[in-house]
């Protein structure tokens, strides 16, 4: 997918505590094609030749830098938070203190399964190191481009090659034209991670799945249309008084909900994109610690 025109907010940057973050070089596709074994109880076979902690900084959990060299691949600049690595971005070994982004890769799981992909990356950043010390700072825009491939699991089906590669495109459009609309609304409180962005956005998306005094001052059972789908009884007009009629069919036919229920994390790493890029665009001081 083309990536949507920034979103400029005037909070600051939530507490990402269910995202990771990752810099690897392209020439890791190894790290690519082991994704979704990590999660089979594989891991990941790399020599660690340093390793730099943050020093103070605003994001949750310490950001870990990390020069290694993978099995099969070439050597590569690795940057997490220390948290679950969801999202890896990839691109070139700094030879003068610049790298080239070139694509990344994300890895979230649910209660059924879990949804991988990888997708094209523009962009770059800097990494620099003098003695023991070393800075962090990525330069935009850093932009996703279109899901090149990945895989899915739905409890003991998993789904591979062009029929995951469409599903997951179809997902991310889908995904694409919520945040839109969630964006078009108006201020949204500032979110402390993904729990409260969910408990924020589920009684506006799904009033029928929450009780009575969740949901919003919107609801009107009063001559109400309803549908069903998923077992679930949708309010029709509810729906088109508060959606576009873009995304009428997907929240009717559940399809909304299943999106929601599968991708959650997905759709929060999408909302908070541009902050995430925003934060890794100041200056992270970090220290050798090996």
Same mark, same amino acid.
């Given at each position: 997918?083309?990536?949507?025109?920034?979103?400029?907010?005037?909070?600051?940057?939530?507490?990402?505590?269910?995202l990771g973050l990752a810099v690897l070089c392209s020439g890791c596709s190894s790290l690519v094609n082991l994704g979704g074994r990590a999660l089979d109880g594989s891991a990941f076979r790399e020599k660690t030749r340093a390793r730099y902690r943050s020093?103070?900084?605003?994001?949750?959990?310490?950001?870990?830098v990390r020069e290694v060299?993978?099995?099969?691949?070439?050597?590569?600049?690795?940057?997490?938070?220390?948290?679950?690595?969801?999202?890896?971005?990839?691109?070139s070994v700094p030879e003068t203190g610049e790298f080239r982004l070139d694509s990344l890769r994300f890895l979230s799981s =649910? /209660?059924?399964?879990?949804?991988?992909?990888? &997708?094209?990356?523009?962009?770059g950043g800097v990494f620099r190191v003098e003695g023991n010390r070393a800075t962090l700072r990525l330069e935009g825009p850093v932009e996703p481009l279109d899901i090149t491939g990945g895989k899915i699991r739905q409890k003991d089906t998993r789904i591979i090659g062009d029929q995951a590669l469409q599903a997951l495109r179809n997902r991310e459009e889908r995904i694409a034209a919520l945040i839109q609309w969630m964006y078009s609304r108006e201020t949204?409180?500032?979110?402390?991670?993904?729990?409260?962005?969910?408990?924020?956005?589920?009684?506006?998306?799904?009033?029928?799945?929450?009780?009575?005094?969740?949901?919003?001052k919107t609801w009107n059972e009063t001559g109400a249309v309803w549908t069903k789908a998923e077992d679930?009884?949708?309010n029709v007009t509810y729906t088109e008084s508060l959606f576009p009629e873009e995304l009428? =069919? /997907?929240?009717?036919?559940?399809?909304?909900? &299943?999106?929601?229920?599968?991708?959650?994390?997905?759709?929060?790493?999408?909302?908070?994109w541009d902050r995430i890029v925003m934060f890794f665009g100041e200056e992270i001081q970090l220290i050798k610690v090996k």
């Open positions: 997918m083309r990536r949507k025109k920034s979103r400029n907010k005037n909070h600051s940057l939530p507490l990402l505590i269910t020093l103070s900084t605003g994001f949750p959990g310490e950001i870990e060299q993978v099995e099969g691949g070439d050597p590569c600049l690795a940057i997490s938070p220390g948290l679950i690595p969801a999202l890896i971005f990839m691109g =649910n /209660l059924t399964g879990w949804n991988e992909f990888t &997708r094209g990356l523009s962009g949204v409180p500032v979110f402390t991670g993904q729990g409260a962005f969910e408990k924020y956005w589920k009684p506006v998306l799904f009033p029928e799945l929450v009780s009575p005094e969740k949901r919003p679930i009884r949708w009428y =069919n /997907l929240r009717n036919s559940g399809t909304l909900l &299943r999106d929601w229920e599968e991708a959650a994390a997905w759709i929060y790493l999408e909302y908070e």
